[in-house]
């Protein structure tokens, strides 16, 4: 079946704008998580979604950062008044429990460019 | 989750067997092991996982140590499409998120 889709694939906008980015989970898959990874770095956790649990947000770098998941599906991040240092891949993951623990199945990523 | 250690880079020889080291002295009981990989610009995949017994699927093998304080990823006949970056990672039983470490890069060499 379809794997973890992201759109778009590239983003490139203005310092001090806003974007959107979407990711379509794996159907069927509850928990659904976004990471981002700046050139050359690993991977940082920013929020993770279960269900109709409150959000684990934790991994926020800011106020500017928020995410939302409509009916336990799609999900879209938004970052207000882009900055720099905002410029990365941002890649989400969903998942479902299998023998105890989960296999996250991660998106192709959005690499957003903040000029 | 728990930290591990990797080696910072390894090479190999393709068509060749690639055992990729993890440590991890601090592990609980009920910590998984899970290995992920990241082809150049992709997003993660999913490798293998175990808990203690040693396992097997069709993309490698996990062997666990019996004292479970350390782990390899064994690939059997690498190719150039295995070139990538290789996260061992510790997962507790109702963990979420992953904390993804450094890693190891595996260069296969034609």
């Known amino acids: 079946g379809a794997g973890v889709s992201q759109s778009p694939s590239n983003k490139v906008t203005e310092k001090g704008k806003d974007v959107e980015l979407r990711c379509d989970p794996i159907s069927g898959h509850t928990a659904l998580y976004w990471y981002r990874q700046s050139l050359g770095q690993g991977l940082e956790f920013l929020i993770y979604?279960?269900?109709?649990?409150?959000?684990?947000k934790s991994g926020l770098p800011s106020d500017r950062f928020s995410a939302e998941r409509t009916g336990g599906s799609v999900s879209t991040l938004t970052i207000q008044r882009t900055q720099q240092e905002d410029s990365a891949v941002y890649l989400c993951a969903s998942s479902v429990l299998a023998g105890g623990t989960d296999t996250q199945y991660f998106g192709p990523g959005t690499r957003l460019t903040v000029l | 989750d728990a930290k591990t250690t990797q080696p910072n880079s390894m090479e190999s020889n393709e068509e060749e067997p690639v055992h990729l080291p993890c440590n991890h002295s601090?592990?609980?009981?009920?910590?998984?092991i899970h290995w992920y990989r990241q082809l150049p610009s992709q997003g993660p995949e999913y490798v293998i996982h175990g808990l203690t017994s040693n396992v097997n699927n069709r993309m490698a093998s996990l062997a666990i140590a019996e004292d479970r304080k350390s782990s390899t990823l064994i690939l059997h006949r690498a190719t150039l499409r295995d070139a990538a970056v290789y996260y061992c990672?510790?997962?507790?039983?109702?963990?979420?998120?992953?904390?993804f470490g450094k890693g190891t890069r595996l260069h296969i060499l034609p």
């Open positions: 601090t592990i609980s009981g009920t910590d998984y």
């Open positions: 990672i510790l997962r507790d039983v109702g963990d979420d998120k992953i904390i």
């Open positions: 979604f279960q269900g109709n649990s409150a959000p684990d």
